[in-house]
């Protein structure tokens, strides 16, 4: 079996977060389970380009990737190159698993893919939700929906990472199948001890990029009705209009005395998350939420709105708490959380364990073979 992965940005481009993080996982995974598996990506970087070998051949940790040089810097991320060697190489692949929509990299390869009748399998990431509809050049989404994509997705087999993100997709399109496994989640290599601390207040993280979708607007405003003694940590990047935005968002010194803005948090994000009480991800619309395992998987409790895709496995496993995408609505949770001592010692002795059966490799590559040999019996039929 022989899969060939598509994605805009690959590791190690990680300013574009989560999925570059969760799919080099995935296809490492997977050739160390012996599926010959290739990866066709570009040279992006946000707005510069990765410092590697253009269009040619290498291995990055045991996957062999292809970089393509692309000729726009923004996030349609066109490359002609990309495109010409599919063509040429497309029938070499048993399926074409295609990661993203919405970019001139995924929307061609799929209609490429399709054209040479190699069966497509198309991960959205979050980009055929109804926020992502809504947002960000929604009169171009709809044009393309209309004329290409409604026709070319309802030719692939979808992939989720959480049922959520099947409603919205049901909206729109009636794909081949749609399947739900989760993410890959780097989880730490060893036990991470919990510092014991004074709980002389309740320490909070935002730990995630810093744009519109993850809510974070909401947090800063419910920090003014929150009565009990806290601090909050924000650990990352973006925009920096935007997060100045924020920043003016606080207007009592007091509350931003309580406010600790970490910028892009390199180190190691299991210290980091483990040094706190509470993970806080307010988000709009998350797919999956990849911080949400991380956390849990050193014991920190999470507080994550109804938009995230782990919201219901949070409640199922009794490891957090959910809440709606308004201040009163986060203040209120975080103030009833405050004095919960004893669920929140449960989930940090609990949470590892769980994390760990759930979300190990050997567990979860083993769901992605029999996914990918699910759609080639499919096929033949």
Request: aromatic share 8%.
């Amino acid at each position: 079996m022989k899969i060939l992965h598509i994605i805009a940005a690959y590791k190690p481009a990680y300013v574009y977060g989560g999925p570059t993080m969760s799919v080099s996982a995935l296809c490492e995974a997977l050739s160390k389970a012996n599926i010959d598996t290739e990866v066709f990506t570009t040279t992006a970087n946000g707005t510069t380009e990765l410092p590697v070998t253009a269009n040619q051949s290498t291995m990055v940790n045991g996957v062999t990737v292809i970089y393509f040089k692309r000729i726009t810097k923004d996030h349609t991320h066109f490359s002609p190159a990309l495109l010409k060697t599919l063509w040429k190489r497309a029938k070499e692949f048993d399926a074409i698993h295609i990661h993203a929509w919405w970019n001139l990299v995924s929307v061609s390869s799929c209609a490429i893919a399709l054209a040479k009748g190699v069966p497509v399998i198309l991960s959205p990431r979050g980009t055929l939700s109804d926020y992502s509809f809504v947002t960000n050049n929604t009169n171009k989404k709809q044009l393309i929906h209309r004329f290409i994509g409604k026709k070319l997705l309802a030719k692939c087999h979808i992939h989720i990472t959480a049922v959520r993100e099947s409603i919205s997709i049901q909206k729109i399109v009636k794909p081949l199948s749609i399947t739900t496994i989760p993410n890959f989640v780097k989880l730490p290599s060893h036990p991470i001890e919990r510092l014991v601390t004074a709980n002389d207040s309740l320490k909070l993280l935002f730990f995630s990029r810093i744009e519109e979708k993850k809510g974070l607007d909401i947090l800063l405003q419910a920090l003014n009705t929150i009565t009990i003694p806290f601090h909050l940590t924000i650990a990352g990047g973006g925009d920096i209009s935007y997060i100045n935005k924020l920043k003016a968002l606080v207007l009592n010194p007091a509350v931003v005395a309580k406010i600790t803005w970490a910028g892009v948090y390199n180190d190691n994000k299991f210290d980091m998350l483990s040094r706190h009480d509470l993970l806080v991800l307010p988000s709009h619309d998350e797919n999956f939420g990849n911080v949400v395992i991380e956390s849990l998987s050193v014991g920190t409790p999470v507080l994550v709105s109804h938009n995230v895709g782990l919201a219901d496995y949070v409640k199922e496993h009794h490891l957090g708490w959910v809440c709606d995408t308004d201040a009163t609505s986060i203040s209120d949770a975080i103030n009833s959380i405050s004095v919960l001592t004893t669920e929140r010692k449960e989930i940090q002795n609990i949470a590892p364990g769980v994390i760990k059966k759930d979300f190990s490799v050997s567990h979860l590559v083993q769901q992605y073979i029999s996914f990918y040999k699910d759609i080639l019996a499919h096929e033949r039929l």
